[in-house]
């Protein structure tokens, strides 16, 4: 199995910057993309930031210019940098991962359990 660990949430005022992480441990075999999704209260959950292996990556309209995704392949692990908070960015954050465990012959797409991010003065 693969196991997603998030840090770095919390609460910052509106123009802040917040940096999360998000490492992937366990029986991992190979890591095609990962991702944050966010999901606000009453809201459903949506698509922040994408990076695949080779680096490509893709951004949810709301936040291009002001987060930026990257990852470290040689330590499973993904980052999520968000400059210029506002209050709509408020949410708890979920890093994802398609990955295929060593026991198995499929990619499935893995969740960690989520980090609040509050933006407000």
């Known amino acids: 199995q693969v196991q997603l660990v998030e840090s770095g949430g919390g609460l910052v005022q509106p123009g802040g910057s917040l940096r999360l992480s998000c490492a992937a441990s366990g029986s991992i075999f190979s890591i095609n993309d990962m991702g944050w999704y966010r999901q606000a209260p009453g809201k459903q959950r949506e698509l922040v930031a994408v990076i695949i292996s080779s680096g490509t990556t893709n951004y949810a309209d709301s936040v291009k210019g002001r987060f930026t995704i990257s990852r470290d392949n040689a330590k499973n692990t993904v980052y999520l940098q968000m400059n210029s908070l506002k209050p709509e960015d408020t949410a708890v954050y979920y890093c994802?991962?398609?990955?295929?465990?060593?026991?198995?012959?499929?990619?499935?797409?893995?969740w960690g359990q989520g980090t609040q991010v509050t933006v407000s003065s």
């Open positions: 994802n991962a398609h990955a295929r465990a060593i026991d198995r012959t499929y990619y499935t797409f893995y």
